[in-house]
Protein backbone atom coordinates (compact mmCIF):
# COMPACT_ATOMS: atom_id res chain seq x y z
CA UNK A 1 0.00 0.00 0.00
CA UNK A 2 1.16 3.68 0.04
CA UNK A 3 3.50 4.93 2.20
CA UNK A 4 2.77 8.03 4.81
CA UNK A 5 6.46 9.07 5.97
CA UNK A 6 7.31 10.71 9.47
CA UNK A 7 10.58 11.06 11.14
CA UNK A 8 10.34 8.54 14.34
CA UNK A 9 12.27 10.56 16.96
CA UNK A 10 12.05 14.39 18.08
CA UNK A 11 13.98 15.72 20.68
CA UNK A 12 13.01 19.26 22.03
CA UNK A 13 13.93 22.11 24.64
CA UNK A 14 10.85 23.10 26.91
CA UNK A 15 10.14 26.40 25.59
CA UNK A 16 11.47 26.25 21.89
CA UNK A 17 9.70 25.81 18.59
CA UNK A 18 8.49 21.99 17.72
CA UNK A 19 8.34 21.07 14.00
CA UNK A 20 7.16 17.80 12.91
CA UNK A 21 7.47 16.63 9.39
CA UNK A 22 5.30 14.22 6.84
CA UNK A 23 5.09 13.33 3.40
CA UNK A 24 2.15 11.66 1.94
CA UNK A 25 1.10 9.86 -1.34
CA UNK A 26 -1.82 10.32 -2.67
CA UNK A 27 -2.11 14.17 -4.75
CA UNK A 28 -5.64 13.75 -4.53
CA UNK A 29 -6.59 13.03 -0.63
CA UNK A 30 -9.32 15.73 0.38
CA UNK A 31 -8.08 16.10 3.90
CA UNK A 32 -4.81 15.86 6.03
CA UNK A 33 -4.49 15.42 10.07
CA UNK A 34 -2.19 15.41 12.55
CA UNK A 35 -3.49 13.45 15.82
CA UNK A 36 -1.81 13.19 19.16
CA UNK A 37 -0.93 10.15 21.38
CA UNK A 38 -0.24 9.90 25.19
CA UNK A 39 1.08 7.07 26.73
CA UNK A 40 -1.55 4.74 27.16
CA UNK A 41 -3.77 6.62 25.48
CA UNK A 42 -6.26 6.44 22.16
CA UNK A 43 -5.34 8.91 19.34
CA UNK A 44 -6.28 12.91 19.76
CA UNK A 45 -7.31 14.79 16.96
CA UNK A 46 -5.12 17.53 16.94
CA UNK A 47 -6.19 19.81 13.85
CA UNK A 48 -6.74 19.30 9.96
CA UNK A 49 -6.30 20.91 6.93
CA UNK A 50 -8.02 20.65 3.71
CA UNK A 51 -5.97 20.31 0.75
CA UNK A 52 -6.71 23.90 -1.07
CA UNK A 53 -5.55 25.36 2.16
CA UNK A 54 -2.12 26.11 2.28
CA UNK A 55 -1.59 27.14 6.39
CA UNK A 56 -4.04 26.40 9.08
CA UNK A 57 -3.22 28.14 12.55
CA UNK A 58 -4.80 27.11 15.87
CA UNK A 59 -3.18 28.60 18.87
CA UNK A 60 0.39 27.57 19.19
CA UNK A 61 -0.30 24.68 16.24
CA UNK A 62 0.79 25.50 12.62
CA UNK A 63 -0.04 23.29 10.28
CA UNK A 64 1.84 24.24 6.22
CA UNK A 65 0.78 22.23 3.51
CA UNK A 66 2.67 22.12 0.41
CA UNK A 67 0.72 20.00 -2.40
CA UNK A 68 3.72 20.56 -5.00
CA UNK A 69 6.16 18.65 -2.89
CA UNK A 70 3.21 16.73 -0.65
CA UNK A 71 5.37 17.56 2.01
CA UNK A 72 2.60 18.39 5.58
CA UNK A 73 4.24 20.08 8.67
CA UNK A 74 2.80 20.86 12.45
CA UNK A 75 4.42 23.23 13.98
CA UNK A 76 3.76 23.53 18.04
CA UNK A 77 4.87 26.72 19.68
CA UNK A 78 6.49 27.45 23.10
CA UNK A 79 6.68 23.49 23.80
CA UNK A 80 5.74 22.61 27.25
CA UNK A 81 6.49 18.89 28.90
CA UNK A 82 2.75 18.22 28.23
CA UNK A 83 3.54 17.92 24.54
CA UNK A 84 5.57 15.15 25.07
CA UNK A 85 3.42 12.42 23.06
CA UNK A 86 3.68 10.24 19.42
CA UNK A 87 2.20 12.53 16.93
CA UNK A 88 0.57 10.99 13.48
CA UNK A 89 0.50 11.86 10.31
CA UNK A 90 -2.83 11.03 8.30
CA UNK A 91 -4.09 12.04 5.13
CA UNK A 92 -7.80 11.02 3.75
CA UNK A 93 -7.80 7.95 0.72
CA UNK A 94 -9.57 8.93 -2.04
CA UNK A 95 -12.71 6.59 -2.87
CA UNK A 96 -12.59 4.84 0.31
CA UNK A 97 -15.42 4.82 3.07
CA UNK A 98 -14.20 7.39 5.02
CA UNK A 99 -10.38 5.22 5.67
CA UNK A 100 -7.51 7.27 6.84
CA UNK A 101 -3.17 6.24 6.22
CA UNK A 102 -1.47 6.76 8.95
CA UNK A 103 2.19 7.50 8.91
CA UNK A 104 4.07 5.57 11.64
CA UNK A 105 4.19 8.35 14.35
CA UNK A 106 7.10 10.82 15.84
CA UNK A 107 8.05 10.49 19.32
CA UNK A 108 8.38 14.09 20.17
CA UNK A 109 10.17 14.18 23.87
CA UNK A 110 9.70 17.50 25.51
CA UNK A 111 13.32 18.28 28.27
CA UNK A 112 13.53 20.48 30.62
CA UNK B 1 -17.66 16.39 22.22
CA UNK B 2 -17.69 13.25 20.33
CA UNK B 3 -17.09 10.32 23.10
CA UNK B 4 -16.30 7.01 21.59
CA UNK B 5 -16.03 4.35 24.16
CA UNK B 6 -14.08 1.03 24.40
CA UNK B 7 -15.56 -1.63 26.94
CA UNK B 8 -12.49 -1.79 28.77
CA UNK B 9 -8.90 -0.63 28.75
CA UNK B 10 -6.95 -3.82 29.82
CA UNK B 11 -8.20 -7.42 29.05
CA UNK B 12 -6.61 -10.65 30.07
CA UNK B 13 -7.68 -13.93 27.98
CA UNK B 14 -6.28 -17.29 27.12
CA UNK B 15 -5.04 -18.75 24.06
CA UNK B 16 -8.09 -20.16 22.07
CA UNK B 17 -10.81 -17.93 23.56
CA UNK B 18 -13.18 -15.91 21.83
CA UNK B 19 -12.99 -12.44 22.71
CA UNK B 20 -15.52 -9.89 22.51
CA UNK B 21 -14.02 -5.82 21.97
CA UNK B 22 -16.89 -3.65 22.70
CA UNK B 23 -17.07 -0.21 20.77
CA UNK B 24 -20.26 2.79 21.36
CA UNK B 25 -20.05 6.20 19.77
CA UNK B 26 -22.52 8.85 20.77
CA UNK B 27 -22.41 11.04 17.54
CA UNK B 28 -24.69 8.83 15.16
CA UNK B 29 -21.52 8.68 12.74
CA UNK B 30 -21.62 6.57 9.95
CA UNK B 31 -18.86 5.36 9.67
CA UNK B 32 -16.47 2.54 12.35
CA UNK B 33 -13.35 1.04 12.48
CA UNK B 34 -10.73 -0.71 14.47
CA UNK B 35 -7.22 -0.97 14.16
CA UNK B 36 -4.05 -2.54 16.23
CA UNK B 37 -0.84 -0.59 17.27
CA UNK B 38 2.28 -2.23 17.53
CA UNK B 39 5.43 -1.06 18.11
CA UNK B 40 7.17 -0.31 15.00
CA UNK B 41 4.00 -0.92 12.89
CA UNK B 42 1.96 2.15 13.76
CA UNK B 43 -1.80 1.54 13.14
CA UNK B 44 -2.78 -1.06 11.23
CA UNK B 45 -7.07 -1.13 9.86
CA UNK B 46 -8.01 -4.48 10.89
CA UNK B 47 -12.16 -3.84 9.87
CA UNK B 48 -14.19 -1.11 9.10
CA UNK B 49 -18.33 -0.62 8.72
CA UNK B 50 -19.43 2.17 6.44
CA UNK B 51 -23.69 1.36 7.87
CA UNK B 52 -25.44 -0.70 9.88
CA UNK B 53 -24.77 -4.53 8.82
CA UNK B 54 -22.27 -3.28 6.33
CA UNK B 55 -18.68 -4.26 6.55
CA UNK B 56 -15.32 -4.07 4.80
CA UNK B 57 -11.89 -6.18 5.26
CA UNK B 58 -9.14 -3.79 5.76
CA UNK B 59 -5.45 -4.43 6.11
CA UNK B 60 -5.38 -7.48 8.60
CA UNK B 61 -8.53 -9.05 9.35
CA UNK B 62 -7.41 -12.68 9.40
CA UNK B 63 -8.38 -13.82 12.76
CA UNK B 64 -10.77 -11.09 13.50
CA UNK B 65 -14.56 -11.05 12.52
CA UNK B 66 -16.93 -7.77 13.46
CA UNK B 67 -20.65 -7.49 13.84
CA UNK B 68 -22.36 -3.58 13.27
CA UNK B 69 -26.21 -4.49 14.68
CA UNK B 70 -27.00 -1.22 15.43
CA UNK B 71 -25.47 2.32 14.28
CA UNK B 72 -23.65 3.38 17.39
CA UNK B 73 -21.92 -0.10 18.43
CA UNK B 74 -18.97 -2.09 16.53
CA UNK B 75 -17.64 -5.02 17.85
CA UNK B 76 -14.49 -6.75 16.84
CA UNK B 77 -14.04 -11.07 17.63
CA UNK B 78 -11.35 -12.99 18.29
CA UNK B 79 -12.97 -16.21 16.83
CA UNK B 80 -10.03 -18.20 18.48
CA UNK B 81 -7.63 -16.13 20.33
CA UNK B 82 -3.30 -16.63 19.74
CA UNK B 83 -0.53 -15.38 21.27
CA UNK B 84 0.50 -12.99 18.60
CA UNK B 85 -2.96 -10.70 19.00
CA UNK B 86 -1.92 -9.24 21.83
CA UNK B 87 -1.94 -5.84 20.90
CA UNK B 88 -3.33 -2.60 21.52
CA UNK B 89 -6.82 -2.22 19.83
CA UNK B 90 -8.14 1.07 19.34
CA UNK B 91 -11.88 1.79 17.42
CA UNK B 92 -12.96 5.03 15.76
CA UNK B 93 -15.74 6.55 14.13
CA UNK B 94 -16.37 9.18 11.67
CA UNK B 95 -19.19 10.40 9.73
CA UNK B 96 -19.93 9.43 6.41
CA UNK B 97 -18.43 10.86 3.29
CA UNK B 98 -14.68 11.23 2.25
CA UNK B 99 -12.43 12.48 4.83
CA UNK B 100 -14.14 13.58 7.61
CA UNK B 101 -11.90 12.93 10.85
CA UNK B 102 -12.19 9.92 13.17
CA UNK B 103 -12.66 10.11 16.04
CA UNK B 104 -10.45 7.21 18.23
CA UNK B 105 -11.65 5.97 21.81
CA UNK B 106 -8.90 5.42 24.56
CA UNK B 107 -7.93 1.58 23.47
CA UNK B 108 -8.16 -1.72 25.04
CA UNK B 109 -4.76 -3.22 25.67
CA UNK B 110 -5.30 -7.15 25.26
CA UNK B 111 -3.01 -9.72 26.51
CA UNK B 112 -3.43 -13.39 25.27
CA UNK B 113 -1.37 -15.67 27.37
Known amino acids: GEDVEQSLFLSVREGDSSVINCTYT??????LYWYKQEPGAGLQLLTYIFSNMDMKQDQRLTVLLNKKDKHLSLRIADTQTGDSAIYFCAESISDSWGKLQFGAGTQVVVTP | DVKVTQSSRYLVKRTGEKVFLECVQD?????MFWYRQDPGLGLRLIYFSYDVKMKEKGDIPEGYSVSREKKERFSLILESASTNQTSMYLC????????????FGDGTRLSIL
Open chain 1, 26 to 31: DSSSTY
Open chain 2, 27 to 31: MDHEN
Open chain 2, 92 to 103: ASSHGGQGPPQH
